[in-house]
């Protein structure tokens, strides 16, 4: 039998390189094919398998470690939801779940997935500059506004 390499890469994040290894080595080993996936990513998202709320934990210990090591006063502000599509199950559930263990550190504000920010880029432009009607810039905006807020009571 002969063995196949494949190599999912981009330098940018976020295109989709992860979700695309697991599946298709997912899709392989469901059509009876030995598979090894082999995660060289150095967040190792696909060792350990849908991801959101693993970067989190990684990104908690890692603040704590600079505040044991270099910065006791470091702290997180909050954290925002992005990308955000209600219409996808565990979107939701993540959202939930980040409420729950993270309480008021989370912003109230959620940027939904759009079309025209992620398009606003291509054209050189911030979201809230290329099409500040659509409802990822209105999203911003209002963050903004909860940032400054939250910023000041601190």
Not at 30 to 43: C, E, F, M, N, S
Not at 94 to 99: E, P, T
């Amino acid at each position: 039998m002969k063995a196949w390499i494949f190599v999912v890469v981009n330098q940018k994040g976020g295109v989709g390189k992860t979700t695309t290894s697991v599946n298709t080595a997912t899709a392989l080993a469901r059509a009876g094919k030995r598979v090894l996936l082999v995660d060289l990513d150095p967040q190792g998202n696909a060792t350990m398998g849908y991801y959101a709320l693993e970067g989190l934990s990684d990104l908690v210990n890692t603040i704590r470690k600079v505040q044991t090591n270099f910065n006791p006063d470091l702290s997180m502000l909050g954290l925002l939801r992005v990308m955000f599509d209600a219409r996808i199950t565990l979107a939701q559930q993540v959202s939930d779940q980040l409420a729950e263990h993270f309480d008021e550190k989370v912003f109230k504000t959620v940027i939904p997935r759009n079309v025209r920010l992620a398009e606003a880029p291509s054209h050189g432009m911030p979201g809230l500059v290329f099409d500040p009607s659509s409802r990822g810039a209105k999203a911003y905006a209002s963050f903004g506004d909860e940032l400054l807020a939250r910023l000041a009571a601190a």
